[in-house]
C-alpha cells in the first residue's frame, strides 16, 4: 500500500467527503476519487459508500483507519528522529481543555516560547473525549486532559489538580434550592466534557431532573448565561474567581470526593519522545504540586 493513498483515504474518512479532502490535500476531487479506487481494488474491499451527502468509511475501512494514523506517526517519528539533534527544534502539535487553557497553561506555553523559540507550538482545545480520540489517532502528540483515564496506549502523568464547584446566579443561596427549580437547566460543552459528566451524575445523585442542556463553546458565553439566571453550571473554582469576585455568579463548593479532579498530560505511549516534548514535559512536572484554590474570592 502506498503511504500517499492511505493519507488520502484517512482525510476523506475523516471529512466524509471526497471534495472537501481534496481541499484539504490540495488537489482535485477526480485525483483522490482516483487513489481511493486504487487502495480500494488493492484491498479487495469497499472503504465507502457513496450516498447523496458524501461518503460514509464500510466497517471494513474502520478497521484500517487506526492503522493508518499509526503508519503515518511512525514515518513522522522515523523522520523527527533523524533530523532531532538534541535542540528542541520543529512542529510540536498538543491539545488542552479550554479551562486548562485559560486557568494553567498560557504562563506555561509563554515561558516555554521564549525558552525555545525553535519550536512551533500548536495548540487546540477540545472535551476530554476529543482530545483523547485524536491523540490515540496519533493527530496530536499530547493532551492535557480532565483524569481518570485509562487506556493501554496511553502514558499519562497528573499535572494540576482542580477544584470544582457548581455555579449559580447569585440568587440562589443554597443548592438544595434547586431541588425546587422547575426545568432547571445545565450549561455546558459539547458532549465528552468530562465535567458535564460529573455534573450530570451529582444531579442525578440529589434527585434533580434536568431540562435539556445547553450547549456552548465558550467559558465566556457559559458563565454569562448562569450569570443571567439562564442555567447552573460546573467549573474549576479560578474560572470563575473574577465573576464571583464581581458578584455576577454564586459559588457553592463541594465535598473533596466530588470537587477535586486531576488534569493530567496524555500521549502514546510508543511515540518518538521528540527533544522538544522531552523539554514540554520538563517544564510541566514541577506544576504538579498545584493544590485547591482558597476558598474566597
Not at 459559588?251 to 510508543?270: A, K, Q
Amino acid at each position: 500500500m502506498n503511504i500517499s493513498d492511505l493519507r488520502f483515504f484517512e482525510a476523506v474518512s475523516r471529512h466524509g467527503s471526497m471534495n472537501r479532502a481534496a481541499q484539504e490535500l490540495h488537489t482535485v476531487q477526480s485525483n483522490v476519487t482516483a487513489r481511493i479506487r486504487v487502495l480500494e481494488e488493492e484491498l479487495g474491499v469497499s472503504l465507502f459508500q457513496r450516498h447523496a451527502r458524501g461518503v460514509s468509511t464500510t466497517p471494513a475501512g474502520q478497521r484500517i483507519l487506526p492503522f493508518v494514523g499509526r503508519i503515518t506517526k511512525l514515518l513522522a517519528d522515523a523522520r523527527a528522529a533523524a533530523q532531532d539533534d538534541g535542540s528542541p527544534s520543529g512542529a510540536l502539535l498538543l491539545g488542552s481543555l479550554e479551562t486548562t487553557t485559560a486557568l494553567r497553561l498560557s504562563p506555561l506555553l509563554s515561558q516555554f516560547a521564549k525558552s525555545y523559540p525553535e519550536v512551533r507550538l500548536v495548540v487546540t482545545t477540545g472535551t476530554t473525549r476529543k482530545l483523547l480520540d485524536e491523540v490515540i489517532e496519533c493527530r496530536l502528540e499530547g493532551a492535557f486532559v480532565a483524569g481518570p483515564v485509562s487506556h493501554p496506549d496511553l502514558d499519562q502523568q497528573v499535572v494540576f489538580q482542580e477544584e470544582l464547584v457548581l455555579v449559580t446566579s447569585r440568587s440562589i443561596h443554597s443548592m438544595d434550592e434547586l431541588v425546587k427549580i422547575t426545568d432547571l437547566r445545565t450549561i455546558v460543552f459539547q458532549i465528552g466534557c468530562s465535567y458535564r459528566q460529573r455534573l450530570e451524575t451529582l444531579l442525578a445523585e440529589m434527585g434533580i431532573v434536568t431540562a435539556k442542556p445547553l450547549e456552548f463553546g465558550s467559558l465566556d458565553a457559559i458563565i454569562s448565561c448562569v450569570s443571567a439566571g439562564v442555567g447552573i453550571a460546573l467549573l474549576p473554582k479560578g474560572i470563575v474567581a473574577a465573576a464571583w469576585q464581581d458578584g455576577r455568579v454564586a459559588v457553592h463548593e463541594l465535598p473533596p470526593e466530588r470537587s477535586l479532579v486531576d488534569t493530567l498530560f496524555v500521549r502514546r505511549s510508543d511515540a518518538y519522545t521528540s527533544s522538544a516534548m522531552t523539554a514540554l514535559l520538563d517544564m510541566v512536572r514541577p506544576k504538579s504540586a498545584t493544590g485547591p484554590l482558597s476558598s474566597k474570592p
